[in-house]
């Protein structure tokens, strides 16, 4: 028998009292026991979010919210500012596209974040630009984005929005969306949330929505007014629900709600940071030195040892899930998640299987180095 353990930033472990509830029998989302499982979940949502505004769900992953993002708020032929620092970054000039949303794109070399005087000179050159498009957390290069600096100058404009993507972020670092004035927040479930895959989630602020009143992209299922409406008059979504889903979200919220937000960041920042030491201590590089997240951190694969096979050998031999590097990054690094229903031990074990991984391929470290000083950290946790 061979335990399994999944260190990938998403999916990550399901929280053990939201598998209990989605365990439970199904029941109709239009009966009055599903009603205060919805009131719940909304009011969690608004906490998560740090936000006054009524938080969106769908049933689908965290990109369709980044595709609602787009066609509920701006028209053809708007431009879009956005940075492309990775390829979740590219996904949005790739959904402004498709719906004929010009982008105006700030390229960031990757592993690096984006500078905010950047997106001042883009915004000062065209201030025909209606969004600002960027992730908070780059899931593809563990970067970590300045957006309360990039915020505050969005909202010196008042025909712009500021479009965050923390699908990888929220549940992980502080986002204050109504404190830093973010206008639309997007997130997924299978993240810090401690679910699996398959609800997205929008904040939508009072400036967005007059975006909404004026945008003529085409929509159907992802359509936010139609959504707040359904919400706000009946509580109840305009569509069937994941149901099942909503369930566990009830109780990953309320878990999170008696560990805090201030602990639970700490906690990450925390795993963060022993992770780095770990890998650092085996000789080995961050990918993202400058501007770490905490939700996941990327290392540069040794000299002459594929990324790939470290990522292999890892899941075939020791049972341990971890994520390469994406499109130009493939073979070059590899990516150890330490966000949502993580605990020391889990980077224990990740910088243990690394370890014995890296010595197996050729790359000789001293056993129990990283450990060790992961352990220094994690001990004062």
Not at 178 to 205: I, Y
Not at 212 to 223: D, H, Q, S
Not at 268 to 279: E, F, P
Not at 324 to 337: D, T
Request: hydrophobic share 45%.
């Amino acid at each position: 028998m061979r335990k399994k353990y999944i260190l990938a930033p998403g999916p990550t472990p399901v929280l053990t009292e939201a598998l209990g509830a989605m365990g439970s029998p199904i029941i109709h989302h239009r009966s009055p026991e599903f009603t205060p499982i919805l009131k719940d979940v909304r009011e969690g949502l608004k906490w998560l979010f740090q936000t006054k505004n009524e938080v969106l769900f769908f049933a689908s992953s965290g990109t369709g919210a980044m595709e609602g993002a787009v066609t509920n708020l701006l028209s053809h032929g708007d431009k879009a500012l956005v940075v492309e620092g990775g390829k979740f970054g590219e996904r949005w000039t790739e959904i402004c596209r498709a719906y004929g949303v010009e982008p105006v794109v700030i390229k960031v070399t990757w592993g690096e974040a984006v500078e905010p005087a950047r997106i001042e000179s883009a915004l000062k050159d065209d201030p025909s630009i209606k969004a600002v498009f960027t992730q908070a957390t780059e899931t593809s290069t563990g970067v970590v984005h300045p957006i309360k600096e990039i915020a505050a100058i969005v909202s010196r404009y008042e025909d712009t929005l500021i479009i965050i993507d923390a699908i990888s972020a929220l549940g992980a670092s502080e986002i204050l969306t109504d404190k830093w004035e973010l206008d639309v927040v997007v997130s997924g479930s299978q993240k810090a949330l401690m679910l699996p895959p398959g609800l997205a989630f929008a904040s939508v602020s009072e400036k967005a929505w007059r975006f909404a009143e004026r945008a003529n992209l085409p929509k159907y299922y992802f359509n936010f007014k139609k959504e707040l409406k359904s919400l706000t008059e009946t509580n109840q979504s305009a569509y069937t629900p994941a149901i099942s889903l909503l369930m566990g979200l009830r109780e990953s919220i309320k878990i999170m709600q008696e560990e805090g937000l201030d602990n639970i960041f700490a906690r990450h920042d925390t795993l963060a940071r022993a992770t780095r030491a770990g890998v650092l201590a085996m000789g080995l590089e961050l990918f993202a030195p400058k501007a770490p997240s905490n939700s996941l951190t990327a290392v540069k694969a040794p000299p002459g040892i594929d990324g790939g096979k470290v990522v292999k050998t890892l899941r075939e031999k020791y049972g341990i899930t971890i994520a390469g590097g994406q499109a130009e990054l493939k073979g070059k690094i590899f990516r150890i998640a330490h966000l949502g229903y993580f605990d020391r031990f889990d980077i224990i074990t990740a910088l243990s299987a690394l370890e014995m991984t890296l010595n197996e391929l050729g790359f000789k470290v001293e056993r129990g180095r990283g450990v060790k000083a992961a352990e220094e950290i994690l001990e004062k946790m």
